[in-house]
T-cell receptor, first 115, second 113 residues
Framework: GDSVTQMEGPVTLSEEAFLTINCTYT??????LFWYVQYPGEGLQLLLKATKADDKGSNKGFEATYRKETTSFHLEKGSVQVSDSAVYFC??????????????FGQGTILTVHP | EAQVTQNPRYLITVTGKKLTVTCSQNMNHEYMSWYRQDPGLGLRQIYY???????DKGDVPEGYKVSRKEKRNFPLILESPSPNQTSLYFC????????????FGDGTRLSIL
């Protein structure tokens, strides 16, 4: 079956530091890839997505590139802010088969940014 | 405002007392789904619905029921809750198209004593 593996957290950074959260996947079909963010006490919000190889998703200064050859979708941001403190989830969905577009999630990475 | 609304947000209850968590979306989405979130496990799908009167099991359906009598509503029912169902629950919806991103509610934290 499909699976997503994220780097283990928690990740603690100082403001303006560079962020990388690693994400790799295995999928039986050709997946679409997502990063979701969960701020304290809130639901998941879509941060960015990519639907085919070499696509780069970007939003709010975050970026991730769909790398089919390494089955990866690492999240990066050049300069984090305190307001970026949240839990980040990598996820995939595949069309067809019996998944019907189910989202498969990684375990989540807690990011804390200090002033 | 486009949104997925869950109620209640928090609930503490006891083993065996039936409960229902409601979910409603105002985006006219065909697909709706329930997930549970547990530390170190990410989110796992409980049930999903492709459209009215069409539901199916996800990865962890044991102990849960759902119904989809109207397009906008997708309640999650725990007929005899047990402590291992203590978790954070999310409802989600998306439009037709399996690669479309899903929109999530704010979550319901259930504690079963």
């Amino acid at each position: 079956g499909d699976s997503v593996t994220q780097m283990e957290g928690p990740v603690t950074l100082s403001e303006e530091a560079f962020l990388t959260i690693n994400c790799t996947y295995t999928a039986t079909g050709y997946p679409s890839l997502f990063w979701y963010v969960q701020y304290p006490g809130e639901g998941l919000q879509l941060l960015l997505k990519a639907t085919k190889a070499d696509d780069k998703g970007s939003n709010k200064g975050f970026e991730a590139t769909y790398r089919k050859e390494t089955t990866s979708f690492h999240l990066e941001k050049g300069s984090v802010q305190v307001s970026d403190s949240a839990v980040y989830f990598c996820a995939l969905t595949t069309a067809g088969g019996t998944s019907y577009g189910k989202l498969t999630f990684g375990q989540g990475t807690i990011l804390t940014v200090h002033p | 405002e486009a949104q997925v609304t869950q109620n209640p947000r928090y609930l503490i209850t006891v083993t065996g007392k039936k409960l229902t968590v409601t979910c409603s979306q105002n985006m006219n989405h065909e697909y709706m789904s329930w997930y549970r979130q547990d530390p170190g496990l990410g989110l796992r799908q409980i049930y999903y619905s492709m459209n009215v009167e069409v539901t199916d099991k996800g990865d962890v359906p044991e102990g849960y029921k759902v119904s989809r009598k109207e397009k906008r509503n997708f309640p999650l029912i725990l007929e005899s809750p047990s402590p291992n169902q203590t978790s954070l629950y999310f409802c989600a919806s998306r439009p037709t198209g399996e690669r479309q991103p899903q929109h999530f509610g704010d979550g319901t934290r259930l504690s079963i004593l």
